[in-house]
């Protein structure tokens, strides 16, 4: 038999003899015809010069007739270059047998349209047309698949469930154990679908069972051992979705998740997955990026610990490695920043959001940027990478530059945000008792790391980092930072820090200021990072820089010690690109700090921009001011670069 290549050169040259089938794969091709339907990436196949189409997806396999001969082919996945056919590594796999029966000239095959040519010739055998297969069965009554036992539902709040299955405008009964089984009816739509929003109930470790049943089939659902309690969601990228088991910490905190069982986790990334009581073995089985997060389970804790024990925390983690944010926006959030039909957007939204948004949340955490980094020059390691704006290789329809990616991630950040919140249940409501305003979203500032090839020097990741501060704009909006633990060590790379708890203690107190400052009883507001106010020249030093803050700050070493990376990749503090050093005269003290310029006969130009922690790897040594001996609430002061007054 003839290779693929021969086959379509040979069909496309005779006319005669031969059942003329043309088939090819090349978009340029297919844009040659005079087509006006997009190419997809799903490919299509094009029959008889331009006649009738029948998509063909990878792993289908589809029966075609080339110079005579009936080919069989499975396609598995295919790889073009303009003006050149069947390139790539793999292709379709050809099988070919006789064809057997005569056709007349003019005459048409299968669904494909062979088109018979003139004069006698052969006609390719078509595969008998199988049965008509049976009806299909109903789809099995009850509750969504979010929703499962062990699950904790929203307290405060009117809970929602729902499901399908039912039958279609026929009445669901919907009861809880607790309430002597008075059920609530609610009517299904047409498909079956229904949906019911219980009455708003306190917290409580106390489970109860949940029933649902169809009046008219009688098939019922139970949803066992639900608790209601604080749900919230731990969304991103790797280091979200970085394993508690690969923690600095997981000798003793993966036992530990024993003493949780009202904390309930969720991995809805996973196929199948359902609600799990909290354990070492729920938690912690496995290695690098799975079972559970490290930094969910850190806040969920934390969370649970902070409302005094007696609240369940429901967890809620879908996070995706290496994931750009426009892969979680939904297409009204990209929009509103010149995104549109751009490749891989909206993927992840629409599998690992859009089931979510009926649930009621308290709200959302959030640990990315790290692939929006990647559109810059640097990350030559991950080739394909979708540029983190909707750029690609061979498509470059954006800014990719440093430049460009931090623009468009300042806008996308508190799109999506918004976007959420508006089409979440519940999103832009408070909840009784908490913090007026929408639901709080809090994200973690990224880390340090040093694996593109701008190093040293490189400062793509320091403009995502203050790219993700526009988010801040928004009501109910947090911030933790996770910049002064790197982890040049790391096993998985040092873009995955395996200091975890730090940021999840961050994110729970994050979330005491935005959501829980005003509960019953009151928790205590804790100051966070502190902000530059001001960064004026000094009036009694050349050299000198007066920086200002929003709080008493001290300054102290690195938390892990000196640069642990090359000297050149670490940053502190330059003043007009010139190194420059930090102090605090007890003369001044409070919320001021005193940057100088090193060299004695440096002076500090009029306009000079003074920069601190503006690079990939920065090393902080100003934190808020010590509110505690062992420092467990120490804040990090938050980079910045600004133009000296």
Request: proline share 9%.
């Amino acid at each position: 038999s003839m290779n693929r290549m021969a086959a379509l050169v040979a069909v496309t040259a005779m006319s005669v003899g031969v059942c003329s089938q043309s088939m090819e794969w090349s978009p340029d091709w297919y844009l040659g015809m005079g087509s006006t339907t997009p190419w997809t990436e799903t490919g299509n196949m094009y029959c008889g010069g331009g006649g009738p189409q029948k998509p063909v997806t990878w792993g289908e396999s589809f029966t075609d007739c080339y110079h005579g001969c009936l080919q069989s082919a499975t396609c598995s996945q295919f790889f073009f270059t303009n003006g050149t056919r069947w390139t790539g590594q793999t292709g379709c796999v050809i099988t070919e047998t006789p064809c057997t029966v005569p056709c007349t000239a003019g005459e048409c095959g299968n669904w494909d349209s062979y088109v018979c040519a003139e004069g006698p010739a052969s006609k390719c055998t078509v595969p008998p047309t199988p049965p008509s297969p049976p009806p299909a069965p109903p789809p099995p009554f009850g509750f969504d698949r979010v929703l499962s036992d062990h699950m904790v539902l929203q307290r405060e709040v009117p809970a929602r469930v729902w499901g399908a299955g039912a039958t279609p405008n026929g009445t669901v009964m919907v009861a809880l154990s607790d309430t002597a089984g008075t059920p609530v009816a609610v009517t299904a739509n047409a498909t079956g679908e229904w949906t019911i929003d219980l009455a708003s109930r306190q917290g409580s470790t106390v489970a109860v069972n949940i029933t649902a049943v169809d009046s008219t089939t009688k098939r019922t659902s139970v949803l066992q051992d639900v608790l209601f309690g604080d749900v919230w969601g731990c969304h991103g990228q790797s280091n979200m979705a970085f394993g508690l088991g690969q923690d600095i910490n997981a000798s003793t905190i993966c036992p530990a998740a024993d003493n949780f069982p009202n904390i309930r986790l969720l991995v809805f990334t996973n196929p199948g997955a359902t609600w799990e009581v909290a354990s070492s073995k729920t938690a912690c089985t496995g290695t690098g990026f799975s079972p559970f997060s490290a930094v969910c389970f850190y806040f969920g804790m934390n969370t649970f610990q902070n409302l005094g024990g007696d609240v369940p925390v429901g967890l809620v983690y879908s996070a995706v490695g290496g994931t750009s944010i426009e892969r979680w926006s939904g297409p009204d959030a990209l929009a509103q920043c010149n995104q549109t039909g751009v490749v891989q957007q909206s993927n992840l939204w629409i599998p690992h959001i859009i089931p979510l948004l009926p649930m009621r949340m308290s709200g959302w955490t959030w640990y990315q940027g790290e692939s929006n980094v990647a559109c810059s020059t640097s990350w030559k390691w991950m080739p394909g990478l979708n540029c983190g704006i909707g750029c690609s290789e061979t498509q470059p329809i954006c800014d990719a530059s440093i430049a460009g990616c931090a623009s468009f991630y300042a806008c996308a950040f508190p799109a999506m945000i918004s976007d959420w919140r508006n089409k979440w249940n519940g999103g832009t409501e408070s909840i009784p008792g908490r913090t007026p305003g929408p639901r709080p979203f809090i994200f973690v500032e990224l880390a340090p790391y040093t694996e593109g090839v701008g190093e040293p020097g490189d400062i793509s990741t320091a403009v995502i980092r203050e790219s993700q501060l526009a988010a801040l704009s928004l009501p109910s909006v947090a911030m933790a930072a996770a910049y002064d633990y790197g982890d040049p060590n790391s096993p998985l790379g040092n873009i995955h820090p395996r200091y975890k708890a730090p940021v999840g203690r961050r994110l729970a107190l994050a979330a005491q200021n935005i959501s829980y400052a005003n509960s019953a009883p009151p928790i205590v507001s804790i100051p966070m990072n502190p902000t530059l106010v001001t960064a004026s020249r000094s009036s009694t030093d050349p050299r000198g820089v007066v920086l200002q803050f929003d709080r008493p700050v001290d300054l102290r070493p690195p938390v892990l010690g000196a640069c642990p990376v090359a000297a050149a990749s670490c940053v502190w503090l330059t003043i007009a690109g010139l190194n420059a050093t930090l102090s605090q005269p007890s003369t001044v003290g409070g919320s001021i700090v005193l940057a100088t310029l090193q060299a004695s006969a440096q002076t500090v130009p009029p306009g000079a921009v003074v920069a601190y922690l503006y690079g990939d790897w920065p090393v902080p040594t100003i934190y808020g001011a010590s509110l505690e001996a062992s420092r467990m609430y120490d804040f990090p002061a938050r980079p910045f670069h600004t133009t000296v007054a």
